[in-house]
């Protein structure tokens, strides 16, 4: 009888040190900042610091070893963070007023970062799969970022610079590869990638460029370059090993 309850008292306490093998520090400075913490599994670590007024962060950490950096500083900043699996890592700067950023990462090893420093930023990012890597940064004011990434290995970086430009970028595949730059004021992309180990650069730097690029099949490669003001370019790859360059150096050109 002493041996049941000797095993029975071990088990409890193995068990209450597996849950307490999660870490959280939260540090809150100034007036109504809100922070929720929510850690199933083991091994997860938070760390969410607020410095201004009426700060939200939502986090929730499901698995093992995930790991999440949260930095506000402002006014009402808002950042979600979801993430199930293994070994995930989130680190999200926001420095301004009223920026959201939301973060959706399913699976392991999957990478996102993101600093938003200016106004009414927005960020969404979704990662299911393995070893995906995203890398935003927004500056100024009203700019909208989406990253949408199914599969392993694929790489999304968005850079924007400026005001009120969008950007949306899906990779459906592995091994996929995208970069957007973005300086000046309402420009415009959208970038699709289905299927593995497509290549996509995009570069515009003015006001007004629009520039879309849908890529489906297998190592294909696009290059966009739009130097100006309302520009517009429209590039659509299917099937394997195709390969595009589109230049506009001045204003008003329209390539499709």
């Keep these: 009888m002493k041996k049941i309850i000797f095993c029975t008292i071990a088990l409890m306490s193995a068990n209450i040190n597996f849950a307490q093998s999660n870490f959280s520090e939260i540090n809150q ?3 109504a900042n809100d ?6 599994g083991a091994t997860n670590r938070s760390i969410v610091y607020q410095d201004g007024s009426n700060n939200f962060s939502n986090l929730v950490q499901l698995g093992v070893s995930n790991l999440s950096n949260l930095e506000q500083i402002g006014s009402a900043n808002v950042s979600t963070v979801n993430q199930n699996g293994s070994t995930n890592v989130s680190n999200i700067v926001q420095l301004g007023t009223v920026n959201i950023s939301n973060l959706e990462q399913v699976g392991t090893r999957n990478i996102n970062t993101v600093n938003q420093d200016g106004n ?3 960020s969404e990012v979704i990662q299911v799969g393995m070893d995906n890597t ?3 940064t927004q500056e100024e004011a009203n700019n909208t970022n989406f990253i949408n990434q199914l599969g392993n290995d694929n790489s ?7 005001s009120s430009n969008g950007s949306l970028a899906i990779q459906n595949g ?3 590869n995208s970069s957007v730059e973005q300086f000046g004021d ?4 959208d970038l699709l990638q289905f299927g593995n180990s497509n290549e996509s650069l995009i570069a515009q730097i003015g006001n ?13 490669g696009s290059f966009v370059s739009q130097f100006g003001n309302d520009n517009y370019s429209m590039v659509s790859q299917l099937g394997n090993s195709n390969g595009s360059v589109v230049v506009q150096n001045s204003n008003l050109n329209n390539y499709q």
């Design 208 to 220: 007004r460029n629009t520039s879309i690029t849908n890529q489906n099949g297998t190592t294909n």
């Design 29 to 31: 400075i100034g007036l």
């Design 174 to 176: 592995n091994k996929n």
């Design 35 to 40: 922070t929720y913490v929510e850690q199933l």
């Design 156 to 162: 999304s970086t968005v850079d924007q610079y400026g």
């Design 120 to 122: 009414a930023n927005e």
């Design 134 to 136: 995203s890398d935003v």
């Design 186 to 189: 309402f420009n415009s992309n």
